[in-house]
């Protein structure tokens, strides 16, 4: 697993995304959630400052955080807002990392 300090993409938004960045975002996701259960914010903003990667991998992991149950949506003033689901249970989260890198 890349250790969460690994070296983001120095422009957000402006690289392209590759399945390595798009799992680091993944990895920044779930470990910001996990520190702040209640966070709730855009995809630009999660991209800025919660996982410091570009939008496009952010939308990657999103797609599939949200796919599988993990994140929720609700809309604020027509914007997407992403949080938790707290239903999803904390201990499958290495498998949904797992499948997540193995989706190739």
Known sequence: MTPLSAKAPSSVGVEETTPELSRMALVRIIAY?????????????????????????????????T???FLRTSRINGEVLYSRNPDYPWKDLQRLVRDFTLRG
């Open 33 to 65: 959630l996990r520190s702040h259960p209640l966070a709730r914010d855009t995809a630009k903003w999660i991209a800025q400052f919660w996982a410091k990667a570009s939008l496009q991998a952010v939308d990657s992991a999103l797609q599939f955080l």
């Open 67 to 69: 796919q599988r149950g």
